[in-house]
């Protein structure tokens, strides 16, 4: 998070270790106990709450250890260090989780089929209870710990404990129909319970995927670059930031600056050194920063763009601009800039670029265009002479 506290690998691990250490306990108590009471009373789904109590034992030693790794400086082989282990880690643990859900799936459809008398007792009530409340701790415990640490894993664990809880009241809630009324309610409430936690377990799965292909970061972060870099003076535009997500505590970025084409190299490396302090000392990014000129002296500078604009009104294409420079020689006006797609477009690069051209055309013959079309960071070929 952009504004969040930034706490270096050692820190870091250490402070994760006691969230970990209370977590595992906490874990190991519940879970032990609810799988006494669930074989005492025979209600299966208590049992399988209980042993998934007794996987997040396990999950969260996997857990502390990742943090272990992922705190050990970059090394020749990992220059950008272990960060990612935490994203790995949250993948293992939603194959456990989706493990526990289709084994407590099966053995519910079972209680449907062949229905086993179950002893509901007012321990087994207070048991239950007791775990509906230490869960409400655990969710808020590990969502604490999520912020302190900026970690998913962690927000993960949390989203894992309140459906937990849910599930929890859903199996005190069968187990006192069936006591009552003798409907025997607790395989279907399994089935209910094994549903949510592989929802669960998906949800967790899609987001640690997500992080280990290269998803976007998060929106506020790269909106507080962008105004940060344009609050430097010599900045005139912003584009192109992209922030790469090596681990928590660990990302990297490249960003394209916009400066006056009259400045001397010296002047321009000056400004892009302004940004890369900046951006590392608020946000502690490593920063890579491009500087692309612009004409602020131009005459007809603001003529070009407006021309632009409206070609591109008028061609209907979801685009947007940057990196615009316009060049007169002889009797032709060359234009140059790159593209950025703001919605979904069936056309082809080529194609996108032949109806910009012909648009700039019918505003002005004289007008040549070279352009670029970037999607979602990837850039292909460059059209136009």
């Known amino acids: ?167 929890t009241a859903g199996i005190l809630i069968a187990a006192f129909i069936e006591q009552n009324t003798g409907y025997h309610i607790d395989g279907i409430v399994g089935v209910i319970v094994s549903l949510l936690i592989l929802y669960t377990g998906y949800e967790i799965l899609k987001k640690s995927v997500n992080h280990m292909l290269g998803t976007i970061s998060d929106e506020a972060l790269y909106q507080d670059v962008k105004a940060e870099v344009l609050s430097i003076p010599g900045v005139y535009g912003v584009h192109d930031v992209i922030i790469h997500d090596y681990g928590p505590g660990r990302h990297f970025a490249t960003v394209h600056i916009e400066v006056d084409s009259k400045l001397s190299f010296m002047d321009s490396h000056a400004i892009t050194e302004k940004v890369t302090t900046q951006l590392r000392d608020k946000f502690d990014l490593q920063v890579v920063v491009h500087a692309d000129p612009i004409l602020l002296c131009e005459p007809k500078e603001k003529e070009y763009r407006r021309d632009l604009e409206s070609a591109i009104y008028q061609s209907k294409l979801p685009v947007s601009y940057h990196d615009f420079f316009a060049v007169k020689k002889g009797d032709k006006i060359y234009f140059s800039f790159e593209l950025t797609l703001e919605g979904k477009s069936e056309k082809t690069d080529k194609e996108i670029y032949e109806i910009i051209s012909e648009k700039m055309k019918n505003i002005n013959p004289t007008y040549h265009v070279k352009l670029l079309v970037d999607r979602h960071f990837i850039s292909g070929k460059i059209y136009g002479k």
């Not at 609810?34 to 396990?58: Q, R």
Request: proline content about 2%.
């Open 1 to 167: 998070m952009a504004n969040q506290e930034v706490l270096n690998g050692s820190e870091r691990y250490k402070k994760s270790l006691w969230f970990c250490l209370i977590g595992m306990l906490i874990n190991l108590v519940l879970g032990g106990a609810k799988v006494f009471v669930g074989y005492e009373s025979g209600f299966v789904s208590i049992m399988g709450d209980g042993f998934n109590n007794i996987t997040d034992v396990g999950a969260v030693v996997l857990l502390a250890m990742t943090f272990y790794y992922a705190a050990k400086p970059s090394d020749a082989e990992h220059p950008f260090g272990l960060g990612r282990l935490e994203y790995i880690n949250a993948s293992v643990i939603s194959a456990i989780i989706i493990y526990v859900g289709i084994t407590l799936f099966i053995k519910s459809i079972d209680q449907i089929r062949l229905p086993q008398n179950t002893e509901f007792t007012w321990i087994t009530a207070g048991i239950l209870i007791f775990s509906m409340i230490i869960k409400c701790f655990l969710a808020w415990f590990y969502e604490r710990a999520g912020k302190k640490l900026n970690s998913d894993a962690f927000y993960a664990y949390g989203k894992d404990s309140l459906s937990d809880l849910f599930a």
